[in-house]
T-cell receptor, first 118, second 109 residues
Framework: GAVVSQHPSWVICKSGTSVKIECRSL??????MFWYRQFPKQSLMLMAT?????????EQGVEKDKFLINHASLTLSTLTVTSAHPEDSSFYIC??????????????FGPGTRLTVT | GQNIDQPTEMTATEGAIVQINCTYQ??????LFWYQQHAGEAPTFLSY??LDGLEEKGRFSSFLSRSKGYSYLLLKELQMKDSASYLC??????????WGAGTKLIIKP
């Protein structure tokens, strides 16, 4: 149980285009989902916290107009990188916190999406 | 500020024991997590400590001392597949995870 999927697993796009990444909790409901970015040989950096039915909370330094987050249901959150640039190339990972049951503060991670902007 | 410190890299021999330390300074404390992350993959949960003491789970054990702001992850009977990065993360007073930079563990035969 507690599986989180991400789609796509990798994507290459041209500079200036937009890319949408989906994060789904497959067998549980998640009121809260998190979006992280990880550059090579660095730790996870939290970008934003996504709550179902409300606006996402962005970390300092993360442009909310560039990284659009939508959490329209209890099992789906999307991250759209708008007008992507090469410096946005990174490993994007989502995680989901179960709404109820089990260990309430554990986050289950998706497999990640590797974005390359050319 | 909030800070999590752990060694950048460690090397150990297959079959041996290794201890990965983590010290932290955070605004509030609601538990400490250890995650394993293989290259190019997402982190997977290993352990959670919120009370002082040692939690044992198979070959892996995790220890916490809240008064010292210190934790360690102990890996026994090391296997080649244990080569990975080990991430220490603390949940602060806002239930936000603060992540360490990770310790890359290299296992040699």
């Amino acid at each position: 149980g507690a599986v989180v999927s991400q789609h796509p697993s990798w994507v290459i796009c041209k500079s200036g285009t937009s890319v949408k990444i989906e994060c789904r909790s497959l067998d549980f409901q998640a009121t809260t989902m998190f979006w992280y970015r990880q550059f090579p040989k660095q730790s996870l950096m939290l970008m934003a916290t996504s709550n179902e039915g409300s606006k996402a909370t962005y970390e300092q330094g993360v442009e909310k107009d560039k990284f659009l987050i939508n959490h329209a249901s209890l099992t789906l959150s999307t991250l759209t990188v708008t007008s992507a640039h090469p410096e946005d190339s990174s490993f994007y990972i989502c995680s989901a916190r179960p709404t109820s049951g089990g260990f309430s503060y554990e986050q289950y991670f998706g497999p990640g999406t590797r974005l390359t902007v050319t | 500020g909030q800070n999590i410190d752990q060694p950048t890299e460690m090397t150990a021999t297959e079959g041996a024991i290794v201890q990965i330390n983590c010290t932290y300074q955070t605004s509030g404390f609601n538990g400490l997590f250890w995650y394993q992350q293989h290259a190019g993959e997402a982190p997977t949960f290993l352990s959670y400590n919120v009370l002082d003491g040692l939690e044992e789970k198979g070959r892996f054990s995790s220890f916490l001392s809240r008064s010292k702001g210190y934790s360690y992850l102990l890996l026994k009977e090391l296997q080649m597949k244990d080569s990975a990065s080990y991430l220490c993360a603390v949940m602060d007073s806002n239930y936000q995870l603060i992540w360490g930079a990770g310790t890359k563990l290299i296992i040699k035969p």
